[in-house]
């Protein structure tokens, strides 16, 4: 069983920044791929950004260029920095550990970010 404990969020005014941490109970960087997500009121979570066992990103559309999705491997936390942020980034965001030789999905709690225009 893993564990994710997310922290970071918060209200931030249109254009500023905040960065997202997800510490996970274990060194499991090498045998997981790890990822943010967000649900907004009404809509359904979504995929934000990810970060493969090897290192490779991806990014939804909508946050290419302003999101950067990070890990450290001596903190052994993930990060998502959050740029010029938008009213539209207003969500709760969850971390997740998916395994890539286990067919395992672990969720965070979640956090909160909301955005003022």
């Known amino acids: 069983q893993v564990q994710l404990v997310e922290s970071g969020g918060g209200l931030v005014q249109a254009g500023g920044s905040l960065r997202l941490s997800c510490a996970p109970s274990g060194n499991i960087f090498n045998f997981y791929n790890m990822g943010w997500y967000r649900q907004a009121p009404g809509k359904q979570r979504e995929l934000v950004a990810r970060?493969?066992?090897?290192?490779?990103?991806n990014y939804a559309d909508s946050v290419k260029g302003r999101f950067t999705i990070s890990r450290d491997y001596a903190k052994n936390t993930v990060y998502l920095q959050m740029n010029s942020l938008k009213p539209e980034d207003t969500a709760v965001y969850y971390c997740n550990a998916a395994g890539v030789l286990v067919r395992t999905n672990y969720w965070g709690q979640g956090t909160q970010v909301t955005v003022s225009s």
């Open positions: 970060i493969t066992s090897g290192g490779s990103t």
